[in-house]
């Protein structure tokens, strides 16, 4: 068997998953914690992990992943994030299955109107990078607002290999 992506991207789904759980069980008012920047706090964090990896998907695929609702789901409440769960899912479910994608160049417009080229294991390994690195401003937006903030080593690799082997 070859070393590939798809059990970080397994894990990442689960930690994503695992994430929003966490969430649910907190105070409504801990959806707009923030650390440092109060345009960036816990919701607005959540909806930015999941709407980028639908970018991300898009980008490496050229097609959006199917997802329930029209677009992805703003969270205004704790009960948004249990349909935010299952958008997450989809697109997660997307990421997994483009790592059977062979690995091309692929050239777009990005976000700035630069046209660039990556390689698709590029963008998917981003998009791993991305979901880890904002699951950590979740934790410290918590934190500094004295919410139970995400334990980010219930999180890690180890723990998701102990759970789903």
Do not use: C
Not at 95 to 105: P, Y
Not at 137 to 161: H, M, R
């Amino acid at each position: 068997m070859t070393i590939g992506l798809e059990r970080i991207l397994r894990h990442m789904a689960w930690a994503n998953q695992e994430t929003i759980k966490h969430l649910q069980a907190l105070p409504e008012e801990s959806l707009k914690a923030f650390a440092t920047n109060p345009e960036w706090y816990v919701a607005e964090i959540l909806h930015h992990i999941v709407e980028a990896a639908d970018n991300y998907a898009f980008r490496i695929t050229g097609e959006r992943p199917e997802v329930p609702g029209e677009s992805i789901q703003e969270i205004e409440n704790i009960a948004d994030l249990e349909f935010l769960a299952k958008q997450a899912l989809a697109i997660d479910a997307a990421l997994l299955e483009s790592a059977k994608l062979d690995d091309t160049q692929l050239e777009f417009t990005n976000y700035s109107g630069n046209r660039v080229t990556r390689w698709r294991s590029t963008i998917l390994s981003q998009a791993i990078h991305h979901a880890t690195e904002h699951r950590a401003q979740i934790a410290s937006a918590l934190e500094a607002k004295g919410f139970t903030p995400v334990n980010l080593d219930d999180l890690d690799l180890w723990s998701y290999e102990i759970d789903k082997g």
